[in-house]
């Protein structure tokens, strides 16, 4: 069962603000972290052992964590504590609309304590999971430990170069046949991608995350499962009517980052 599914099922279900390309954005979403924490690594998402650096550099800043620490022990006991951490910690890429996790908020009182992260965006598969994976070690250095947190998403969005990461945990065709009740304008832009990747394992993608991607599909789900999605998604996108994606036949061309294209 994939922890996060809820979540997927109602961005799916929800209006979108916009359809960007492969992209569904959505406004508004709050979620519940499933309780007992989704049991999640690094590696599970297909990340380098430099994710949790990359986290700590964005979002840990030793000085306000202490002041938030200090804070909380001053009112051990009191009848309601509720106190605002910012998450902020290092500069952002000039290219970047900002950091995504902005405030951590501790709310306490002698039976219970909730943790609620406002976020400004979030990609809700991929980075999420590292999301979902590094909180719980912030916890650990402000020594506290929430029995509900909330994640309130001022903007998240799906996109379907990520639903390989799915697929670890959820059968793909069980989250197309979703996809496709709910959302077939997102189904339609969505999984070009996705079909595209299914053809054939020697392929390279114009983009790193497409081509990151592309070897996550085909080094953690299985042959005939690809094949099971690829026949799924042409028998669907031929009742668009538009002409299936093509195959990328280059096996030499040099993919270039999406922020350092020019």
Not at 96 to 120: D, N
């Amino acid at each position: 069962m994939y922890y996060g599914r809820e979540l997927i099922n109602d961005l799916i279900k929800r209006e979108p603000l916009l359809y960007a390309g492969v992209r569904k954005i959505v406004q508004g979403v709050t979620w519940t972290v499933p309780n007992p924490w989704p049991k999640l690594t690094y590696e599970d998402l297909g990340y380098g052992t430099n994710k949790f650096k990359q986290l700590q550099r964005n979002y840990f800043d030793a000085d306000e964590v202490s002041r938030v620490k200090s804070l909380l022990a001053k009112r051990q006991g009191a009848a309601f504590t509720a106190v605002a951490m910012n998450m902020k910690a290092g500069k952002k890429d000039s290219r970047s609309m900002g950091h995504c996790m902005q405030t951590l908020i501790i709310s306490r009182t002698p039976k219970v304590m909730t943790a609620e992260i406002q976020y400004r965006s979030t990609e809700a598969i991929l980075k999420l999971g590292g999301d979902i994976v590094y909180l719980p070690w912030v916890f650990e250095q402000l020594e506290v430990e929430p029995t509900i947190v909330r994640l309130h998403f001022a903007n998240a969005y799906l996109s379907g170069v990520f639903f390989p990461t799915l697929f670890t945990q959820w059968n793909p065709i069980s989250f197309l046949e979703t996809l496709w009740a709910h959302d077939q304008k997102l189904f339609s832009g969505g999984t070009r991608f996705l079909l595209r990747s299914a053809y054939k394992k020697d392929q390279r993608f114009p983009y790193s995350p497409e081509q990151l991607q592309h070897r996550f599909l085909w080094e953690r789900i299985g042959k005939s499962k690809i094949k099971e999605i690829k026949d799924y998604l042409e028998e669907k996108h031929r009742l668009f009517g538009k002409p299936l994606p093509k195959l990328h036949h280059s096996t030499t061309e040099i993919y270039i980052p999406r922020g350092k294209r020019k």
